[in-house]
């Protein structure tokens, strides 16, 4: 396993992989194949009192198609997240950023 840059119940970012859910039903993203990724905020509907404000969720392209990330409610835990895998993809063998 690389470097990692995250580790918690609910995610892991290293070096090779983004896994989503690691201690239930993790899906696991190989940070090579992961594409553009998109930060979007999901507000919370008036009816949804239970809810906090908004949702916040890390969406890619992987594959070929629009996966989602991660989520949470959580605005430092998600901007912790977000900041591993840009971190993560910023290292990757074979880019260079300008």
Sequence with gaps: MGR???RSY??????DVFISDPGGEPRT???AEIGRVAVKTVPR????VWRRKETYLLEAEFRGGTVTLYRSEEPRVFNMVSRALRRALEERPGRHWA
Excluded: C, L
Excluded at 45 to 48: A, I, S
């Design 45 to 48: 509907g008036w009816w949804e």
């Design 4 to 6: 990692v840059y995250y």
């Design 10 to 15: 609910d995610a892991e970012v290293t070096s």
């Design 29 to 31: 993203y190989a940070i």
